[in-house]
């Protein structure tokens, strides 16, 4: 590279990795240091232990794709426990050979040279060099940590939820402590949910597996390096890698934990407001909901469910019964309608709630240096922080939620889990509160998951969280994005924001639709936040109800529109269901960016469309007034418009037309897109009927698509072999016969049809065929053309056995 980018040094090595300079916060400390050497190795039961001149190196890999490394200073008995990674690695086949320069440590996918003199580590994934320590582990005065060689040229994702209004976190150093981000708008360094880890153009994850307070540094210097300090915690990193994107997803979910399938009912329309302040007006939101025609599944209580004020009553944990009487009997009328009730708690407990006395006594509050309980202010009053990372604590404040499952609550909503107030001197049972503080969030969750494992073994579990580490997904938690500006910067910010987390592992990042603080009554701005929700994976409204959230409470015209996007959130559900399922087995995000279909280093850092599975692309409308709108398309296939049907050749950036009923989304030539009648709430879900949309590409030979089905409720059904997943096949044969191939894996659980009729729209012919066969007979009679939209409607009913449709297309489409 002849000319330098202003903001870095040149220099290649022979690797292509820029020389680095030293850092910012530990570079007095890597100067002084002395050179590291290897004194002595050992393999033994998949591990690669190395004695060095300062402490001991633990290498272990969790799979061929996947290898952790532990560093054990001089004099350090031990570590904090691994929050991260799942507990069970791989076995994996490795070769260790060495020369006098260096061990080469070889699995079938990473490849790791180790340097003996001085002692570094270099990275390999199936022959393409990764990154490499420079020097690796660094000690502080206050600070310790690692520090690496990048390539020059890669873009780096990641570091949790942020917003910065661009992919690409190269030249940032990012803080890494939880925190709120009240009010904020299209630019935020800190948020709700820190991340310790950093995702290269090169298709590797590194997770610092470190809940402690610190900082991460990606190149700020523009000298190629990559530091990440902390003030304590565990001295590890994980290095994952892959071939391609969704490779990479999947290796992600093997070591850190794949996120369990959610009720069915959590894809539909949850209703939230701050807050619902009695009986009564949550009863008249539920049947405003129905009057109006809106789907509805769930209604969420904030934080009125158990005080009358804001002030004075948080860690009650339970209801008030004045404003809320005989909630069991309130609870039981919802379940009737089909509606879920979800409650909000904290981990604060105020001195004056009527539960300050037991909590102390039991010793499930975080402590002071004298070993006390210990107390704090808070927005809401003086309070102690329950510790979590206690079995003890996690019992006790589970007890909690126990009864009001027993009462019929489906579901909870953690809020204030980063903690909001978390004083450093605070002592948990695993260390000082700065020490553990990013993984509060996730200790809480894992005790919601295992709550419902082992009380409500039948259910799936639902648990709003704002606030995780590396891995929490694999306890059922659903992210928000905190509380969001109402403004058009809000909206833009919550692309990105998802689009990140998902490539982190954390798929259910979603935000309050509308917008949660300030801002004023702008239909246009909430009608386009609710139908960029149709594509996010939570439907949520949530608001300070200065605006009010719910779409039955604004103009006729815009709960028209509203209503409309919501009801085809319940249309696509099929398909919401499926990518579901998707991420739960594969590790794929649910929104994708473009990044994941085009490989082409411009679709790296777009925030104005991203893909909502494999089969559609989504154009935000996040901006007034848009009367047209850029929509890039990936190269490879052809595109049709959701809406009108119009077919685009990919590889090119159109102008699309918009009006304020829809926003831009087209539809990958090739998909099988299936959908189903719109249903009041999930208690009227019947499978029985599917519509099933292929769009013909001339570009795409063959593909495939599929469906999943079960239960919707049961934790383990796919494991258990309680589910139907229909398949389908698309062939173009050079004769020009258009075949579809309906197959798939058919097992018995509660509420599966007998058989299904599928209902097919066939896409992109020019005009209608002469013949089309099922299994060899001509129905071709039986089949519709739709003359104004070029589309071709019949029917096949499936119950198991393989069916196979024929379409000559000799005379229709051979471009």
């Not at 990440?228 to 093997?254: C, H, K, P, Q, T």
């Not at 708690?345 to 539960?355: A, G, K, M, R, Y």
């Not at 260390?431 to 009380?455: C, I, K, L, P, Q």
């Amino acid at each position: 590279m002849e000319d330098c980018n202003k903001m870095r040094k040149c220099g290649k090595t022979e690797l292509g990795l820029v020389a680095l300079a030293a850092p910012l916060m530990l570079e007095t400390a890597v100067a002084d240091l002395p050179q590291r050497e290897l004194i002595n190795h050992h393999l033994h039961k998949g591990r690669l232990q190395m004695v060095v001149t300062d402490g001991a190196v633990t290498l272990l890999f969790h799979s061929v794709d996947a290898v952790e490394v532990v560093f054990t200073p001089t004099n350090q008995e031990g570590h904090p426990p691994s929050f991260a990674l799942v507990d069970q690695p791989q076995p994996v086949d490795m070769e260790l050979e060495e020369d006098e320069d260096a061990l080469r440590l070889r699995s079938a996918g990473i490849s790791i040279e180790i340097q003996k003199s001085p002692f570094r580590l270099r990275y390999w994934h199936r022959e393409r060099k990764l990154l490499e320590e420079d020097p690796g582990f660094i000690v502080g005065e206050n600070r310790s940590g690692f520090r690496f060689r990048i390539g020059e040229e890669d873009r780096m994702f990641g570091g949790g939820s942020r917003a910065f209004g661009r992919m690409d976190r190269r030249g940032e150093r990012l803080e890494l402590y939880a925190q709120s981000a009240y009010n904020y708008s299209d630019h935020a360094r800190v948020m709700y949910y820190s991340m310790p880890a950093v995702i290269s153009s090169r298709k590797y994850m590194l997770v610092f597996d470190n809940a402690a307070r610190g900082d991460l540094d990606i190149d700020s210097a523009g000298n190629s390096s990559l530091l990440f300090e902390a003030v304590g915690g565990r001295w590890s990193y994980v290095l994952m890698a892959g071939e391609s994107w969704a490779d990479l997803s999947a290796v992600i979910a093997n070591t850190t934990g794949h996120q369990p399938m959610l009720p069915r009912w959590a894809l539909g329309h949850l209703t939230s407001r701050f807050g619902y302040q009695s009986r009564s007006e949550a009863e008249s939101v539920v049947a405003r909901h129905v009057e109006d025609d809106i789907p509805l599944d769930a209604i969420i209580f904030d934080l009125y469910w158990f005080g009358p004020d804001m002030r004075g009553y948080m860690g009650n944990l339970d209801w008030d019964r004045n404003a809320f009487p005989e909630p069991e009997e309130m609870i039981r009328n919802f379940k009737q309608k089909g509606i879920k009730t979800i409650l909000i708690t904290e981990p604060f407990i105020l001195t004056q709630s009527t539960n300050w006395e037991d909590a102390v006594a039991q010793q499930v509050l975080a402590q002071d240096q004298d070993g006390s309980s210990a107390t704090f202010g808070t927005f809401f009053g003086q309070a102690g922080l329950v510790d979590v990372f206690n079995p003890a604590a996690r019992e006790w404040f589970w007890g909690f939620y126990r009864k009001q499952m027993e009462a019929g609550v489906a579901g909870w909503w953690g809020d204030l889990g980063e903690p909001e107030t978390h004083p450093d001197h605070l002592l948990h049972v695993i260390g000082r509160a700065e020490e553990v503080h990013n993984a509060f969030g996730h200790t809480w969750s894992r005790m919601v998951y295992e709550g419902y494992r082992r009380d409500f073994p039948d259910m799936r579990p639902f648990n709003l969280m704002r606030s995780g580490f590396v891995g929490t997904q694999r306890y059922g938690m659903i992210p928000w994005s905190g509380d969001v500006n109402r403004s058009w910067g809000g909206l833009r910010s919550q692309v990105e924001i998802s689009l990140k987390m998902g490539m982190q592992g954390v798929a259910y990042m979603h935000s309050d639709l509308g917008g949660y603080t300030g801002g004023t009554h702008d239909p246009e701005l909430y009608i386009r936040w609710m139908q960029f929700g149709i594509f996010q994976p939570i439907y949520r409204p949530h608001a300070h109800p200065s605006v009010p959230p719910e779409p039955i409470f604004w103009d006729n015209d815009t709960k028209a529109i509203v209503r409309e996007a919501i009801r085809l959130r319940y249309r696509l559900l099929p398909y919401h269901y499926t990518l579901m399922f998707e991420n739960s087995t594969s590790g794929l995000p649910l929104m994708r960016p473009l990044l994941f279909v085009d490989t082409r280093p411009e679709m790296e850092d777009r925030l104005d469309a991203y893909m909502w599975g494999d089969a559609l692309l989504v154009s935000p409308v996040l901006a007034p007034d848009v009367s047209e709108q850029q929509v890039p398309l990936p190269e490879g296939t052809h595109w049709f418009d959701f809406w009108t049907g119009d077919r685009y050749e990919g590889g090119q950036t159109i102008a699309v037309p918009v009006s304020l009923e829809k926003i831009p989304v087209f539809v990958r030539g090739g998909s099988f897109l299936p959908s189903m009648p719109v249903i009041q709430n999930m208690t009227h879900y019947d499978p029985s009927k599917l519509t099933v949309d292929f769009y013909v590409d001339p570009w795409v030979s063959t593909s495939q698509g599929h469906v999943y089905d079960d239960d919707g409720v049961s934790p383990d059904a796919f494991a258990n072999g309680q589910f139907e997943r229909i398949q389908f096949r698309s062939e173009r044969t050079s004769e020009g016969v258009l075949t579809l191939h309906v197959g798939g894996e058919r097992h018995a659980y509660p509420g599966r049809p007998d058989q299904r009729q599928l209902q097919f729209r066939i896409h992109g012919l020019d005009k209608a065929p002469s013949a089309i066969r099922i299994d060899g007979v001509d129905i071709v009679e039986d089949a519709k053309w739709n003359k104004e939209l070029n589309q071709l409607h019949f029917s096949v009913e499936w119950a198991g056995d393989p069916r196979i449709i024929e379409i000559p297309l000799t005379d229709i489409d051979r471009q």
